[in-house]
């Protein structure tokens, strides 16, 4: 089983829900790229950014949703609070 820097549940329509805790270490969030191109919209959390390749960090806000590409670098940078994302692959 693989650790991963979340705790994760997947609904019944299959999108997911993760919670990030403010007090995961640095070096857990790590640039990674994923197969499917995804939707995320931020449910809570704040102080939070999201990193794409080559670009400079944005802030997550509540209630906004973002879109990352399939296969395209990226990381998250801890905040200050929970931050919970809903997940909706695409």
């Known amino acids: 089983m693989v650790d991963r820097p979340y705790l994760e549940l997947v609904l ?9 805790d403010p007090n995961v270490n640095d070096e857990e969030l ?11 919209i931020v449910m809570e959390g ?3 950014e999201l990193q794409m390749d080559n670009k400079q960090p944005i802030d997550l806000l509540e209630g906004h ?3 990352i590409n399939r296969m395209e670098y ?10 919970i994302l809903r997940i909706i692959e695409v």
């Open 30 to 40: 790590i640039w990674h790229r994923d197969e499917r191109t995804r939707r995320i």
């Open 74 to 83: 990226h990381r998250l940078i801890k905040g200050d609070s929970t931050l």
């Open 46 to 48: 704040s102080g939070w």
């Open 12 to 20: 019944h329509d299959g999108t997911r829900l993760r919670t990030f």
């Open 65 to 67: 949703s973002y879109t």
